[in-house]
Structures are given as structure tokens and as C-alpha cells.
């Protein structure tokens, strides 16, 4: 009984699973992306066995690009990008390249999935048609501005006297008080 358990054991270490598989190419770096734009802060998503090493956003162009460094030949990643950041029809181009990766859209995200091969240094941009769709862009409101002051004024007048009237009546209260709590 003790041999047949101590083979079963030995067997164990010895013989390994035929059928195990590398996780590299399937494993997912989450990076979230905060692009500012038009005043507003924008997450873009990815989850990828690649890493983004940088971006960029212009506005003019409606034009997200990534910079994108990989040490595996085959590449997988998938992009959440706002409707409101950018969105309707979507033109990529990877390394300069024409490229046609699979998007799904609803009214509040594009779902991009990629597929493409190639390590080392790559460059996906990705044009929209439209830009903070619904959204007003906060850096071209311009405030409504103050009269300017004049030399020497600070606060005010009758704001000055009200803060040195309630100053004085606080102080004539205290003192009262004190004058009060010595007679008794």
C-alpha cells in the first residue's frame, strides 16, 4: 500500500500535463487613457498584450493616436473610446498603413477589437468624424468679464462699514459680558 501510494507521487512530479499552453499572448494590460480636450477629461480604455507607451489627441484632425511597444509577434487589444470624445465613422491606420479592425458602437462607446501582427514600435491612428458630440467645448466659452477697479479700492464701502460695525458689536458684547460676570 505504501509503494503503490510513493509510485502514484513520484508520477506525479514526473509527468507533466501535455497539454499546457504559454498565457503571454492572451494575457490583458489594462490602460486607461485620460485625453483632455475642449475642456473635458476623456477615458479611453484598452486592454491589450500589448503596452501603450504614449498618446495624442488633436482636436482639428479628430485624430487619437498610439504610440504602442510590443515584444509579441501577434497582437490583441480591444479600445473603449466615448461617443463624445470621438465618434461616427472610423478611418485607422497602423504604421502608417490602412488597417480594418472590428467596431461596435452604441450611443455612448465605439468597441474597437485588434488584431494585427508585428513587434517592436507601432503607431495606430484612429480619425473620427465627429468631436464632443452633444458637448460644448468649455475652453472656447469665454467669461463674462469684471469692470475693472479703481486705484486703491478693495472691498466696497458699505461692505467695509458693515464688517467693522458687526466687529464692534461682537467686542461690545464680550465686554458686557465680562463687566456683568465681575459685579455678581
Not at 39 to 60: A, L, P
Not at 93 to 117: A, W
Amino acid at each position: 500500500m505504501k509503494t503503490l501510494f510513493l509510485v502514484s507521487l513520484v508520477l506525479l512530479f514526473v509527468i507533466s500535463p501535455a497539454y499546457g499552453q504559454s498565457l503571454s499572448d492572451a494575457t490583458g494590460l489594462v490602460t486607461r487613457l485620460d485625453v483632455k480636450t475642449g475642456g473635458h477629461t476623456f477615458e479611453v480604455e484598452t486592454v491589450s498584450n500589448f503596452n501603450i507607451q504614449d498618446f495624442n489627441f488633436d482636436k482639428d484632425e479628430k485624430k487619437l493616436s498610439l504610440f504602442i511597444n510590443s515584444g509579441l509577434e501577434r497582437n490583441l487589444g480591444e479600445l473603449l473610446i466615448p461617443q463624445t470624445l470621438l465618434g461616427g465613422n472610423f478611418t485607422f491606420y497602423l504604421n502608417d498603413q490602412p488597417y480594418f479592425p472590428k467596431v461596435h458602437s452604441n450611443e455612448k462607446i465605439s468597441f474597437v477589437t485588434l488584431n494585427f501582427t508585428g513587434s517592436g514600435e507601432n503607431k495606430l491612428e484612429i480619425f473620427g468624424t465627429t468631436y464632443l458630440d452633444g458637448l460644448t467645448d468649455k475652453s472656447e466659452i469665454i467669461p463674462e468679464e469684471l469692470p475693472p477697479l479703481q486705484k486703491g479700492e478693495t472691498l466696497p464701502d458699505s461692505l467695509g462699514w458693515l464688517i467693522l460695525v458687526g466687529f464692534l458689536a461682537v467686542v461690545s458684547a464680550v465686554v458686557v459680558v465680562k463687566i456683568k460676570k465681575q459685579k455678581s
